[in-house]
C-alpha cells in the first residue's frame, strides 16, 4: 500500500486540488518508482491533461495533422547513455545542416523527474514502455506527424500499435529486447525452465537481475501465470520460488553481470538479450535461452515532447533512423534488436526476432495500476529475505 505521503497526494489529485503532472512530479520527489506512478495515473481518470479519452484522442489527431513547417536548424537530444552508434548524430548533423545538443541519463526516473520539473528544450526522448505512459496520461507527449516519417514502413509489425502507445500515436520503436536466461555453454547445458535457478548443483553461479517486475514475473511464469499477475495467491507463490532461488544466487545484479559471465565467474544469468549479443563479441562461449515457461518482451521508443522546440527537426531525426543503414548501425551499436526490419539484414551481429513459438511465451510488462505499489513492497520483502 503507498505510504502517507503517497496517499495525500493521491487524495489530493482525485479532489483536482493538484493535477496528474504535478502529482506525478512530486510522487517522483518522494521516491515513488516510475512504474507504481504510470499505474496509479491509469487507474485514475480521466487521462491525459484531463480530457476524456474521447476529447483526448480527436486533440491528437488534429494534432498529428497540422503542418510542421521547414527544418529548424538546431535539435536537442536526450537518450539514455550508450545508446547510439557514434556516428549516428554526426551523420545527421553534417546531412541536414543541424546543430545537435546530446545530453543523456540513467534511468526513467531521471527522465521523468526532468520533464515533469518543466525542462522545455528537448526535441526528442527514449522512454520505455512504461515512461511513456506517464508522459502521455501527464499530457507531456506530443503527437507522431506520420506524413514526415516516409520510413515509418521499415517498421516490423512485431512492434506496432503496441498495448501502451495504440497506433503508435506518440512514439517511434527504437530498440528491444527479451528478458531470458545467458549461459555459459562450456559450463552447463542449455537451460530450459526458470527452476535452474532453484538448483543446488549452480548455487553461488548464477543471478538474477536487479529488477523487481522482470524478477517476480519470472517466478510467475514458472507457475503458468501471466507475468502481469494480480492475484495474490499467484504473486503469494512467486515470492516463495524467488526467496527459494535467492540462496543459489550470487547477486541480484543487471548490466553488469556482463563481466562475469565472460570471465566465468557466473554461469547463468537472467539477462536481456542485446547484453548477452554483446558479452558473446567478446566470449563465444556465451548463449542465451527463453526458458520453455515464458518470459518479457519489451521496446524503448523515441517520443516528441509536447513542447519541443524544433518539431521538424525532432520528426526528420526520427525518419532518418528508420533507414536501413541508420538503424542497423545503432543496433550493431548497442547489442539490441532493431525494430526496422529492413535493417535486420544489414547488422553484422543481428538479433532475429522472436519465432511464433517464441511469441507465443512473450508477454509485455503493461501497468498494473494501484496493485504496483504491492508489487514495489514484494520485491521490498524478496531482497530483504
Known amino acids: 500500500m ?40 491509469a487507474a485514475c481518470r480521466p487521462v491525459g491533461d484531463g480530457l476524456a479519452p474521447a476529447a483526448r484522442a480527436a486533440r491528437d489527431a488534429a494534432e498529428a ?17 550508450d545508446y547510439v552508434a557514434p556516428d549516428t548524430i554526426p551523420n545527421f548533423a553534417r546531412e541536414f545542416g543541424v546543430r545537435v545538443t546530446y545530453d543523456v541519463y540513467e534511468s526513467n526516473e531521471e527522465l521523468l523527474a526532468k520533464l515533469l520539473a518543466g525542462a522545455r528544450g528537448y526535441d526528442v526522448v527514449f522512454p520505455s514502455s512504461y515512461a511513456l505512459s506517464v508522459l502521455v496520461a501527464t499530457g507531456l507527449a506530443g503527437s507522431l506527424h506520420r506524413a514526415y516519417l516516409t520510413n515509418w514502413g521499415n517498421v516490423a509489425p512485431l512492434f506496432l500499435n503496441p498495448g501502451f502507445d495504440p497506433g503508435n500515436a506518440h512514439s517511434v520503436p527504437w530498440q528491444w529486447g527479451i528478458t531470458g536466461l545467458a549461459y555459459r555453454s562450456d559450463k552447463v547445458e542449455t537451460p530450459e525452465s526458470w527452476g535452474v535457478l532453484q538448483s543446488r548443483r549452480y548455487a553461488g553461479k548464477m543471478t538474477q537481475l536487479d529488477d523487481g517486475r522482470d524478477v517476480i514475473g519470472s517466478w510467475l511464469r514458472y507457475r503458468g501465470h ?14 516463495n520460488d524467488a526467496i527459494s532461488a535467492k540462496r543459489n544466487l550470487r547477486a541480484y545484479l543487471s548490466a553488469p553481470v556482463k563481466g562475469q559471465l565472460i570471465s566465468g565467474d557466473v554461469w547463468i544469468a537472467q539477462l536481456w538479450n542485446g547484453d548477452a549479443t554483446q558479452a558473446r563479441v567478446e566470449q563465444p562461449a556465451i548463449q542465451y535461452a527463453i526458458p520453455r515457461e515464458g518470459s518479457t518482451i519489451w521496446a524503448d521508443n523515441v517520443v516528441m515532447p509536447r513542447s519541443a522546440p524544433h518539431p521538424r527537426a525532432a520528426h ?36 532475429p526476432y522472436p519465432t511464433p513459438d517464441q511469441l507465443r511465451r512473450l508477454e509485455y510488462q503493461i501497468d498494473l495500476g494501484r496493485e504496483t505499489a504491492e508489487w514495489d513492497q514484494l520485491w521490498t520483502e524478496i531482497k530483504s529475505a
Open 316 to 351: 526528420e531525426f526520427m525518419n532518418y533512423i528508420l533507414r536501413p543503414e541508420v538503424g542497423a548501425a545503432i543496433s550493431d551499436f548497442t547489442g539490441y534488436g532493431t525494430p526496422n526490419a529492413k535493417a535486420l539484414a544489414r547488422m553484422e551481429h543481428p538479433v
Open 65 to 81: 495533422l497540422e503542418p510542421l513547417g521547414p527544418i529548424e536548424h538546431r535539435l536537442a537530444i536526450y537518450n539514455w547513455s
Open 2 to 41: 503507498p505510504d502517507r505521503r503517497a496517499e495525500t497526494l493521491l487524495r489530493a489529485m482525485a479532489a483536482g486540488s493538484i493535477g496528474r503532472r504535478e502529482f506525478a512530479r512530486r510522487a517522483l520527489a518522494i521516491g515513488v518508482s516510475a512504474t507504481t506512478i504510470a499505474g496509479w495515473l
Open 226 to 239: 501471466s507475468l502481469n499477475s494480480r492475484d495474490q495467491i499467484e504473486l503469494a507463490a512467486a515470492k
